[in-house]
């Protein structure tokens, strides 16, 4: 029984760990996204 318990508390943490790393990337893709939005309104802002 112990085994089984410690295992769904490691797919729990693995899951954790792995949400905790797609918001904190979400943030830097959302900067990349904007900025490329940026570069292109400037370019064409150019003509």
């Given at each position: ?13 693995v ?33």
């Amino acid at each position: 029984m112990t085994q089984k318990g410690q295992s769904l508390l490691e797919y729990a943490l693995v899951a954790a760990v792995v949400t905790a790393a797609v918001i904190a990337m979400s943030t830097y893709v959302f900067r990349s996204v904007q900025a490329t939005q940026q570069t292109i309104q400037t370019e064409f802002q150019k003509e």
